[in-house]
């Protein structure tokens, strides 16, 4: 149990400091002015060190924290949910991030080549999505182990946002529409069996 404890500590801490470094580059790009890592890191109160161990180039940086502007917070999306039942959230999780990829695809693609081809042995990336459906779930459903959460939180991850929009539209010759609708077609037909 400790084991597990610190994993999810040590993941939430992650992500803490990982949001502090992305509102800190958001502030210097409001001011429109250069910067480098160095200068997000002082600005976030970080090290040097931590900086990058997160991010490896300043590009990647930008390209992430450029889009972080225009999504919701994980708490914001929960909060839109909170009358559904648990199957209409999670629908309407996926139907969220599967907009704002629609909405902002190109600057998708973009941040993830920039990702892909940048020199670093870990890319970390956000995981706005499996964070929201996790925190839905730990809200929700009591009654499932934290393993069954994680297990359920990857596989409605898998099936939203950039990625299996790469798939849909690049290899299966679907339109946005086709896309999003056998993406939720999807994830309906796996809630169906695992919520029940």
């Known amino acids: 149990m400790k084991g597990k404890y610190l994993g999810t500590g040590r993941r939430d801490q992650k992500l ?4 502090r470094i992305l509102a800190s580059t958001q502030d210097i790009i409001g001011k429109k002015k250069e910067f480098t890592l160095e200068d997000v890191a002082k600005q976030a109160n970080i090290s040097r060190a931590t900086i990058y161990r997160y991010y490896s180039s300043i590009d990647i940086l930008t390209a992430e924290a450029v ?22 959230a999670i629908l309407a999780i996926q139907e969220y991030y599967n907009n704002l990829t629609i909405d902002h695809e190109a600057g998708f693609r973009k941040y993830m080549s920039v990702v892909l081809n940048a020199e670093q042995s870990t890319k970390m990336r956000g995981a706005r999505r499996k964070k929201t459906l996790l925190m839905l779930l730990q809200d929700r459903r009591k009654d499932m182990s934290p393993e069954q ?29 086709q896309s999003k609708e056998i993406l939720s077609w999807s994830l309906d037909r796996i809630l169906d069996t695992v919520l029940t």
């Open 16 to 19: 803490k400091t990982r949001d």
């Open 149 to 177: 959460m994680e297990k359920l939180a990857n596989m409605a991850t898998i099936l939203m946002g950039i990625e299996p929009f790469v798939v849909t539209k690049d290899v299966c010759h679907l339109d946005n529409e």
């Open 67 to 88: 889009l972080d502007l225009n999504t919701k917070s994980s708490e914001e999306i929960i909060e839109e949910v909170k009358n559904l039942n648990l199957k209409q």
